[in-house]
C-alpha cells in the first residue's frame, strides 16, 4: 500500500471515530490510538486533507445533526442540544447561529421554506403507493469511504475499488448485498463535504485477510422504505417525493441516523440503467 492510500485509509478511521463519538467528545489520546499519529501531526494532516481543523470539523458535525434534528423530528431544542454533545440551549444556539445565520428556534420555524427551496413539492403526483416499514437486522460489511458531491464520479470510483479488493478477499460480488450509507443531507451540508460509504454485507464468519481492508458492523434499526425504479441519476426525484410530501403527511419522525440506499438491481443485473432498483432506507426514530 502506497503513502497516500495509508494517510487516507487512517484519516477515514479517524472520521469515522469523531462521527461515532462526537455526541460525548473525544480524547487525544484516543485519536493518537485511532490514527497511529502523533495528534500535532495529525492535526496537520487533517487540516490539509479536509480544509478544516478536527476541532471544527466535530462543531460542524453537531451542529448539522441538530439542524437535521430540527427539520426533521419534532424534539424539543433542549433535547437536541444534550443529544448532540452540548450542556444547554445556550450553548447549541451560539454555536448554530454562527454556523447557521440563526437561531435553532427559527431555523425550525422556516422548516417548509428550507425543504420547498431544496425539494420540489410542487409536482402532483408526490404520492407513495407502497411504503413498507421495515426493521433491519445487524449487518457485518466490507466497506470503503469517500467524501465529496453526492452526483460525483467519487462514488462509481470507490464502488470498482471496493469491488476489486472484494474478489482478492473471495467476497462473491454478484451475490453479497450491496448498499450505500448516505452520511449527509445536502440541504445541511455543503456538497463538498458529504460522505459516503459503500459497503458489501458480508458473512459474520468472514474472515479478512488484508487489515488495510475495512469492516464494520451496522446497527439494527427501523426504517420507512421507498423504491426507486431508473437510473441513480434521477434519484432526486424520488427523494423529492420523501421530502416534499411523505414527511409532511406522515407520523413518522426521521432520526439522526444515515439514509441508506440498497441497490437491489443494478448493472450485474441489466445493461439498461432505467430498470435499476433503488430501496432507500429512511432512518426512524424508535
Not at 470539523?57 to 427539520?71: D, P
Not at 458531491?149 to 482478492?168: G, H, V
Request: charged share 30%.
Amino acid at each position: 500500500m502506497n503513502k497516500t492510500q495509508f494517510y487516507t485509509d487512517q484519516l477515514q478511521q479517524v472520521i469515522a471515530y469523531l462521527r461515532n463519538a462526537s455526541n460525548e467528545g473525544v480524547t487525544i489520546e484516543e485519536l493518537e490510538c485511532v490514527s497511529n499519529f502523533s495528534y500535532r501531526n495529525l492535526q496537520r494532516i487533517f487540516k490539509a486533507r479536509y480544509h478544516e481543523s478536527i476541532g471544527a470539523y466535530l462543531t460542524r458535525i453537531k451542529i448539522e445533526k441538530a439542524a437535521k434534528l430540527l427539520l426533521f423530528s419534532k424534539e424539543a431544542i433542549k433535547n437536541i442540544a444534550f443529544q448532540v454533545g452540548y450542556s444547554d440551549v445556550q450553548a447549541l444556539s451560539k454555536a448554530f447561529k454562527k454556523q447557521f445565520g440563526i437561531s435553532p428556534s427559527r431555523y425550525r420555524k422556516q422548516k417548509n421554506e428550507l425543504l420547498s427551496i431544496k425539494f420540489n413539492t410542487n409536482d402532483t403526483d408526490m404520492s407513495f403507493h407502497h411504503v413498507r416499514i421495515e426493521s433491519l437486522n445487524t449487518k457485518r460489511v466490507f466497506y470503503k469511504s469517500c467524501k465529496g458531491d453526492y452526483f460525483s464520479d467519487k462514488i462509481d470510483t470507490i464502488w470498482s475499488e471496493l469491488e476489486q479488493e472484494a474478489i482478492i478477499q473471495e467476497i462473491d460480488i454478484n451475490k453479497a448485498e450491496s448498499f450505500g450509507i448516505i452520511w449527509d443531507e445536502p440541504i445541511i451540508t455543503e456538497s463538498i463535504k458529504c460522505n459516503y460509504d459503500a459497503c458489501l454485507v458480508i458473512p459474520e464468519t468472514k474472515k479478512i485477510k488484508r487489515k488495510n481492508f475495512k469492516v464494520k458492523t451496522i446497527s439494527p434499526n427501523k426504517y420507512a422504505v421507498f423504491v426507486h425504479i431508473g437510473s441513480y441519476k434521477t434519484i432526486d426525484k424520488t427523494y423529492d417525493k420523501i421530502f416534499g410530501q411523505w414527511l409532511f403527511n406522515t407520523e413518522y419522525e426521521i432520526s439522526e441516523e444515515p439514509f441508506l440506499e440498497f441497490y437491489r438491481e443494478h448493472q450485474y443485473h441489466t445493461d439498461n440503467p432505467e430498470e435499476y432498483k433503488t430501496e432507500i432506507y429512511v432512518p426512524l426514530k424508535q
